[in-house]
């Protein structure tokens, strides 16, 4: 308490104290309030000043895109073609291709190695399956074999069991015939003259392959029917021919 001042009880203090505090308080609204009001003005100020100028979400919308000769509303770095382009270029729009009369890929003419349509120059590699055309030709082959040793003739009859694929691969212009049989053929020995059968008997051929065909693998079997001990000889010399 400083000299010459009143004394005052703590309540009466503290009492005055609050007041002090709600007054401050009530000042600092008021200039708050005051600020407020003020930054409304300024702002409203600038939208009337602004009506004719573009906005900064406008401006974001129309950034980057401008219109063609048509109207179209593209993006800035979309390049037209001129007239004189577009003369030079000529007409470019995609046109349905008419089928030719060249054999289909998969026509009879396929089992003779000819390229498919597309590859008429046989530059680019294909292979086609000519499994069941090869078969049938080789099984035909077969059964017009035969062998005849003086009087006696040996006949294919059957072919049997037949296995394997074939293909005709086309490269650099060039055909490539691979393929791999095995099979077994049934044969029998006839007189030549009065066609009587005395024997029969079968071989297997395992190995009927493009990379060895000229060196054939057959492996005989036992006779089925069993020739006569005076036509053994015969029948012999005449398997072996047909071998």
């Given at each position: 308490m400083a000299k010459g001042?009143?004394?005052?009880?703590?309540?009466?203090?503290?009492?005055?104290?609050?007041?002090?505090?709600?007054?401050?308080?009530?000042?600092?609204?008021?200039?708050?309030?005051?600020?407020?009001?003020?930054?409304?003005?300024?702002?409203?100020?600038?939208?009337?000043?602004?009506?004719?100028?573009?906005?900064?979400?406008?401006?974001?919308?129309?950034?980057?895109?401008?219109?063609?000769?048509?109207?179209?509303?593209?993006?800035?770095?979309?390049r037209e073609q001129s007239d004189h382009e577009k003369s030079l270029i000529g007409d470019i729009a995609p046109k349905r291709l008419e089928p030719s009369a060249a054999p289909s890929p998969m026509s009879a003419e396929s089992g003779k190695g000819?390229?498919?349509?597309?590859?008429?120059?046989?530059?680019?590699?294909?292979?086609?399956?000519?499994?069941?055309?090869?078969?049938?030709?080789?099984?035909?082959?077969?059964?017009?074999?035969?062998?005849?040793?003086?009087?006696?003739?040996?006949?294919?009859t059957g072919v049997e069991n037949m296995t394997g694929d074939a293909s005709v691969a086309i490269a650099s212009g060039k055909k490539r015939y691979i393929f791999d049989f095995?099979?077994?053929?049934?044969?029998?020995?006839?007189?030549?003259?009065?066609?009587d059968i005395f024997a029969k008997?079968?071989?297997?051929?395992?190995?009927?392959?493009s990379t060895h065909h000229h060196e054939l693998e057959v492996e005989i079997g036992g006779w089925k029917t069993k020739p006569a001990d005076d036509m053994s000889h015969k029948a012999l010399d005449c398997r072996d021919a047909l071998v």
């Amino acid at each position: 308490m400083a000299k010459g001042e009143e004394a005052i009880s703590f309540e009466d203090w503290e009492k005055e104290r609050k007041e002090k505090e709600k007054e401050e308080e009530r000042r600092k609204k008021e200039e708050r309030r005051k600020a407020r009001e003020a930054a409304k003005a300024v702002a409203k100020d600038d939208d009337d000043d602004s009506d004719d100028e573009l906005t900064e979400k406008e401006l974001a919308q129309l950034r980057g895109y401008k219109k063609t000769a048509d109207g179209r509303v593209t993006s800035y770095f979309t390049r037209e073609q001129s007239d004189h382009e577009k003369s030079l270029i000529g007409d470019i729009a995609p046109k349905r291709l008419e089928p030719s009369a060249a054999p289909s890929p998969m026509s009879a003419e396929s089992g003779k190695g000819n390229p498919s349509v597309w590859n008429q120059a046989g530059t680019t590699w294909e292979e086609k399956n000519t499994t069941d055309w090869c078969r049938g030709q080789l099984e035909t082959r077969l059964k017009e074999t035969k062998a005849t040793v003086d009087d006696v003739v040996a006949v294919v009859t059957g072919v049997e069991n037949m296995t394997g694929d074939a293909s005709v691969a086309i490269a650099s212009g060039k055909k490539r015939y691979i393929f791999d049989f095995h099979c077994k053929v049934t044969f029998e020995v006839r007189d030549a003259d009065t066609d009587d059968i005395f024997a029969k008997g079968s071989l297997k051929l395992p190995d009927i392959c493009s990379t060895h065909h000229h060196e054939l693998e057959v492996e005989i079997g036992g006779w089925k029917t069993k020739p006569a001990d005076d036509m053994s000889h015969k029948a012999l010399d005449c398997r072996d021919a047909l071998v």
